[in-house]
Nanobody, 123 residues
Framework: QVQLVESGGGLVQVGGSLRLSCAASGRTFNNYAMQWFRQAPGKEREFVAG????????HYADAVKGRFTISRDNTKNTPYLQMNNLKPEDTAVYSCAAREYSIRLDPRAMNYWGKGTLVTVSS
């Protein structure tokens, strides 16, 4: 089992920044690729960013490329999502998810999920 707890969400104005964290506990964190997904009201959950188990590979959705950065600190069992130049369309519940070894964009491929943290971008 892997437990994931997100933090760092909140209300921010257009153009602002937030950094999300996802505290992981349980099985060996280093074995898991970490992904961030988001779900806006009335929309399906969508992939945002992913990072491989040792952090050598990252992948981003086109909508966030150049604005969001995913990273991980394996000494702290924590992945991060730095979000800059936020837009109203970034408003959503952001969830982190773990999958053994390699990044996947399909939420059905995840092994473990956090409960999510709400990000609201106001104009």
């Amino acid at each position: 089992q892997v437990q994931l707890v997100e933090s760092g969400g909140g209300l921010v104005q257009v153009g602002g920044s937030l950094r999300l964290s996802c505290a992981a506990s349980g099985r060996t964190f280093n074995n898991y690729a970490m992904q961030w997904f988001r779900q806006a009201p009335g929309k399906e959950r969508e992939f945002v960013a992913g990072i491989s188990s040792i952090g050598g590979t990252t992948h981003y959705a086109d909508a966030v490329k150049g604005r969001f950065t995913i990273s991980r600190d394996n000494t702290k069992n924590t992945p991060y999502l730095q979000m800059n130049n936020l837009k109203p369309e970034d408003t959503a519940v952001y969830s982190c998810a773990a999958r053994e070894y390699s990044i996947r964009l399909d939420p059905r491929a995840m092994n473990y999920w956090g409960k999510g943290t709400l990000v609201t971008v106001s104009s």
